[in-house]
């Protein structure tokens, strides 16, 4: 999986600490009263325009004190009546023809996702959860952003109003009403989701009998049978059983089955059950990584072969380049216990991507090569632990606590290799030359016991809800100064904006290549590529320069109020099977109260300027 920013603990991201930026509490205060003097100065230049300066001072002053002194004596008993009655308006608005779409979607879904995929369960339950997310974020977006402009156009508003209701709890009951809306959509979706997935890939195989062969110990006794099970679903299984005929169909597409035994007719039968594995919560140790060049000296990054994306780097095989983790905290309770009870060993995944200078027998994999050591005594380490590399996929990699040195000397994993401090280096090499294996930090980690694979579902189903508590709040927010149609084009323009953050940040720091917006305008017009100067001295180029710079203060300051929702997924955890960090959980939902809470008062005081809620 690809994890391009660490997962900070939670109170460092929210408080900063010792070599971190500063905190995003921080952030948010300054941000919020940069904004709020922001908005009180624009407010004060209107009124001084309007009635003078005495004037405008006065009216800023009670806005003010009236305005939070309104906030704060918000009334629980009529913000959960305006919620009723925007739920009432969402079912007279017929939201359920949502469900019955994602009904619809499910329903046809399977004509075009292939259970034979090589990890059915990445594709399945990327697709519903990614189908979710865009659904009750477009429902979302029309409750929230066409029912106060409706309410203002059929007058009822007014029948609101006349009642002893503050402009406050409008906002909030609306918000709130909507939310409850979207969060039971969400929840039946996301049962829908999951039975869709699990009885869709549910299969099972047969074994067949005939083409057992036996597995004999050293003495020629019989301890087992080999051999591979029936097709289904576009594959099949090796297997490995013991001698009372119980064992397990060995994993292919992302999942294996138990094989257990039993007597029929007299003879031995096997029954194959369903498929494990196909969704999982692995709990990744991480480690630091760094790089050996090809003449073995340590560099910040492998090498380069010509792709854009920066996010892994690649070591040359043949030579003397490695990829090398550190892992902290390495003890006892980090290793696991073999199944038959004999012995320890270090679960390492390892995630490879595989670049080929040539093509060669594609049949034939990638070789590379794993070694530990350890990291105070560098002369200490062990053989090499040769393996074929699956190309994007995990490769499982079982070290035993009972190892050998080069030499083949005996070493013991916790007591040579791991320094006195709990570290232990693990050094990653492509064997055959010419070839190149990428690698990214998070591409190796030793893995610890697994999380619950129903917790972390619900749990990407909360970062789907937070998204929505977003959308709804923004929603509302417009619609209370400006009409349906145009409410609904701002709430777009920030779900769009904030999909695509990180590209416009890079606009706004002029970090893109290509230059600022008008730049890249006058480059598409006059069909001059990124990377052709300009010529500096031009006074039209400087005046364009002059403008982007404007264009880019405007975007960056508009960044830093951007909510991020591609940061806010956590589709790719589920996808491929790994346990969605709690900390995690806690920012974005941090992230999604901070939102409500700031346009909360936006939108209260965006309705206090219009006449009816004078």
Known sequence: MVLEKEVLPYLTW???????????????????????????????????????????????????????????????????????????????RRVVVVLVVFAMILLFASWFLQTGYRDPGKLFFSFVLTATTYLVLFIS??????????????????????????????????????????????????????L????????????????????????????????????????????????????????????????????HGGEMAYEVGGPRGLMRARMPHYGKLRFLDRKGVDVARGISVGSEWTYRSFIEGGTSAAAIWTFDGIDDSTLRRADDGDGQYLPLELIVRVFRSYTGNIDRGIQGSVQLRNPDKPDIKTDLETFTAKDDSINDINLSRKLYDPQQKPIDLLEDLVSEDGRLDVIVQCLDRSQYFGFAQADAYL?????????????????????????????????????????????????????????FVNVATGKQVGGGPLESLVRLVTQKNQTTGLDEDNLSVQLMH??????????RSLAYVLPDFRSLSTVDYVAYGFNIPPSKVYQDLTVGLAYLAGLLVIGYFLLRTREVAK
Not at 42 to 55: D, E, M, Q, S, V
Not at 200 to 220: F, P, Q, R
Not at 452 to 468: E, R
Request: proline fraction near 3%.
């Open 14 to 92: 929210l408080m900063g600490g010792s070599g971190t930026e500063l905190g995003t509490l921080y952030r948010f205060l300054i941000i919020a009263a940069m904004l709020a003097v922001l908005a009180l100065l624009i407010g004060f230049l209107t009124a001084l325009l309007r009635y003078g300066p005495l004037k405008a001072g006065d009216l800023t002053y009670r806005v003010l004190v009236n305005g939070f002194s309104e906030l704060a004596q918000v009334s629980p008993r009529r913000v959960w009546a305006l919620a009723r009655l925007a739920v009432k308006e969402s079912i007279r």
């Open 141 to 194: 977006l029309l409750i929230s952003a066409l029912s106060l402009p409706q309410d203002f156009k059929s007058k009822t508003i007014h029948t609101v109003m006349t009642k002893p209701v503050r402009a406050g709890e409008i906002v909030l009951g609306r918000i709130l009403g909507f939310t409850i809306v979207g969060t039971v959509l969400l929840a039946i979706m996301a049962i829908g989701s999951y």
């Open 196 to 263: 869709f997935v699990v009885r869709t890939l549910y299969h099972t195989h047969a074994v067949e009998v005939a083409n057992l062969e036996s597995i004999n110990d050293a003495d020629g006794n019989v301890i087992g049978k080999k051999g591979h099970t029936t097709s289904s679903q576009s594959h099949r299984h090796e297997i490995e059983v013991d001698a009372e005929g119980n064992g397990v169909a060995l994993s292919a597409n992302g999942h294996d089955h138990e094989i257990t035994a039993g007597q």
């Open 447 to 503: 893995r610890k016991p697994d999380g619950s694979p129903w917790v972390n579902f619900v749990k990407a189903f909360l970062s789907i809800w937070v998204q929505m508590l977003l959308v709804i709040a923004i929603g509302v927010t417009c619609s209370t100064v400006v009409n349906g149609p145009v409410a609904v084009m701002f709430t777009v323009a920030f779900i769009a904006l904030g999909f695509f953050k990180e590209f």
């Open 546 to 555: 002059a403008v982007d710079k404007f264009f880019e203060t405007a975007m």
